[in-house]
């Protein structure tokens, strides 16, 4: 599954985007368009299950053992006193919503995260596996058909009632509802339908036999019907409940809202589930505050200053040369650099919907344009890597040759997908010497004139005598100074390309309609490759305004090796499926690949603390957020510390 949380893009100058808010916005159902909803159903009997289990795993057996006191990469022994301040969660300047469930509107950072529990806890340092939550255990049955789960009897919502398995059917139907953001719609599409067997059980039947449809359904977030209700008992729509505080599952609560630009969130004293297992070391702050700046350069400002507590950089050039002063010479601040697991795919991809896309020869013209090794010997501070897949830092990316069992699914595929894909995995081209841009643009012209594409007058053009000319969209000040270069690159060949830089709200109506020739893109890495596959590759979702296939894949060929990997019995199976699909996808050239840090960039108090064993898979923020506290302090520190402060304060006055 998907890493949750957001993804942030590298390198504009330290600001970013949100993966999630360019993720799947796909055709919504009218089950509930009325705003109500049906009776529920309940049965007497279910289908033949195994034997329950209080923990899964898509492959193989869970890391943790059944009798776990906490994952390995927790510390349950941390304080639990003490607050977090934390500037913006992601590119949102402001927030006006305090649903995170909406497709408009900017909800609250990280209210999701902090305010609401889903089903079952997903592991950091396993390929896909889950732990009791609200749920205490799961039965799967046997031919992949369904899962049951049951209610743990304690799990209770934040204005005290009972969460049952009524309360988890009315989260299940209205996020998969017209009334709730397609993203979720999207998550859930591989559940059928959702039966309520008894008062703490629930049975989720799946539309197909895929491995990683229980795990999808303990990523249910649940929340109280009671959510937005009026004083005369009437539930307004679920997209009209935005500014309501929710009645959530989650460990904190709202405590204020100063504005638009700042939240503060406090741990909920009765929550239920803080000594569970999946939850021992996690949530140590008594209170989470964040304060929204407009720009990432007053915000980095405002930290060195003292004024927040953590912050997470994706800027090579801001890491590199900005985070200096008294406060990291007294030993206030701490730069610390932490290790990932999967990397992103990030690049400029292209719209095949736009003909001039429509031949591979051009679209590999283009990616030989981009010269990553200038920008990151000179922009970058050598801090980042090259990507050369779509699994990058994955067991599940190809390399080399491919072995027996991906020749298995790719030979039956001969006609339909690049012969190159036969052979060693593409590495992209670099200007290290004695290779050089000269040379690749010169490979590229070739590949153009090849495709039908020449320079006469002026212009690269094709047999009709249309120049070629290419927008690249982006809305994110400081991707100019990466984008620029390559589109310099571009003009060497006669290919007119300029640059628009839009804001958000225009962006995302663009990108949902498919309106732009290039836009730089992120990819959410997976720990595990599953349904997001088919929202992000397949010909089905080509077509549906809004989804994840933004550069238009319609091939027969990556529909097959998809349904391999969504039909794999074991990770053996996994692997060569994913491994022939990165061959044939890399090989397509939809995208160029630009590059990936090999981990996170973090800034802190040396107040704060963290466990010694960092994830496999992780989101930054929510790794500070979920896990970190702050130390309990010695004399000598405390005494340092206030020292540290007084003189800051005093220099600043």
């Avoid at 049951?148 to 009632?161: E, K, L, M, V, Y």
């Avoid at 407009?294 to 997470?312: N, S």
Wanted: charged share 20%; hydrophobic share 40%.
């Amino acid at each position: 599954m998907m890493k949750t949380g957001l993804l942030r893009l590298h390198d504009a100058l330290g600001c970013s985007l949100v993966a999630m808010r360019r993720a799947a916005r796909v055709s919504m159902t009218s089950a509930l368009a009325n705003g109500t909803f049906g009776a529920l159903v309940v049965l007497a009997t279910t289908p033949h299950v195994a034997q329950a289990k209080p923990s899964i795993a898509q492959y193989d057996q869970p890391k943790y053992p059944d009798n776990f006191t906490h994952f390995d990469y927790a510390n349950p022994d941390a304080p639990t006193k003490g607050s977090l301040s934390f500037e913006n969660y992601n590119e949102l300047q402001s927030y006006d919503s305090l649903n995170p469930f909406l497709l408009r509107g900017a909800p609250a950072p990280d209210i999701q995260n902090l305010m609401f529990d889903t089903l079952m806890q997903r592991s950091w340092d396993e390929l896909a596996s889950e732990y009791p939550l609200i749920a205490d255990n799961v039965d799967v049955a046997a031919d992949l058909s369904s899962a049951t789960f049951h209610i743990n009897p304690a799990a209770r919502f934040s204005n005290g009632d009972p969460i049952t398995a009524a309360d988890v059917k009315y989260s299940f139907d209205t996020l998969t509802s017209s009334h709730a953001s397609p993203v979720f719609n999207a998550q859930f599409s591989v559940i059928k339908s959702a039966t309520v067997i008894d008062k703490n059980t629930i049975r989720f039947d799946f539309k197909h036999a895929e491995r990683d449809a229980p795990l999808i359904a303990g990523d249910l977030p649940i929340f109280s019907p009671k959510w937005g209700m009026q004083a005369d008992g009437k539930r307004p729509p679920f997209d009209q409940i935005a500014t309501q505080p929710p009645i959530s599952s989650g460990p904190y609560l709202i405590e204020y809202r100063k504005n638009d630009k700042q939240i503060s969130y406090r741990r909920n004293p009765d929550y239920w589930a803080a000594n569970l297992p999946s939850r021992r070391g996690m949530f140590r702050f008594e209170r989470i505050t964040f304060k929204l700046y407009r720009d990432h350069y007053t915000q980095l400002e405002a930290f060195k200053a003292g004024d927040a507590d953590a912050i997470v950089e994706y800027s090579a050039t801001q890491w590199a040369r900005k985070y200096v002063g008294k406060n990291f010479d007294n030993g206030l601040l701490k730069k610390g650099d932490f290790s990932d697991g999967p990397a992103q795919m990030q690049g400029m991809l292209m719209n095949l919907r736009k003909p001039m896309f429509k031949d591979p020869r051009v679209r590999q013209a283009l990616t030989m344009a981009l010269d990553y090794d200038w920008m990151n010997r000179m922009m970058f501070y050598g801090q980042y890597r090259r990507t050369n897949s779509y699994f990058e830092a994955s067991p599940f990316g190809a390399t080399g040759m491919p072995g027996p069992k991906e020749l298995a699914l790719l030979e039956p595929l001969k006609g339909e997908v690049p012969p190159e894909v036969f052979g060693p995995m593409l590495k992209q081209p670099d200007t290290i010497p004695p290779n050089s841009l000269r040379g690749n643009l010169r490979a590229a012209r070739d590949l153009l004139g090849q495709a039908g594409w020449h320079y006469r007058d002026g212009a690269l053009r094709d047999a009709n005598g249309t120049p070629m000319v290419i927008e690249v969209m982006d809305d994110q000040p400081g991707m100019d100074r990466l984008i620029l270069p390559y589109m310099q690159a571009l003009s060497t060949l006669g290919i007119q390309a300029h640059m628009r830089e839009i804001d958000s709200a225009l962006y995302e109506k663009r990108l949902n309609n498919f309106e732009y020739d290039m836009t730089t893109f992120i990819y959410p890495p997976v720990t595990i490759p599953g349904a997001e596959l088919t929202r992000r590759f397949g010909s089905a979702a080509a077509s549906e305004i809004g989804s994840e296939n933004y550069p238009g894949i319609r091939s027969k060929a990556v529909d097959s090796l998809i349904h391999a990997a969504l039909s794999a019995d074991n990770l053996d199976d996994l692997e060569a499926a994913t491994k022939a699909l990165d061959r044939v996808l890399i090989y397509s050239f939809y995208l160029v690949p630009e590059y990936y840090s090999p981990g996170a960039r973090i800034g802190y108090k040396t107040t704060l603390g963290f466990p010694k064993t960092v994830p496999m898979s992780y989101q930054y923020e929510d790794w500070v957020i979920n896990y970190w506290y702050v130390k309990a302090p010695t004399t000598q520190s405390a005494s340092n510390t206030t020292a540290a402060t007084a003189a800051s304060a005093a220099t600043a006055h």
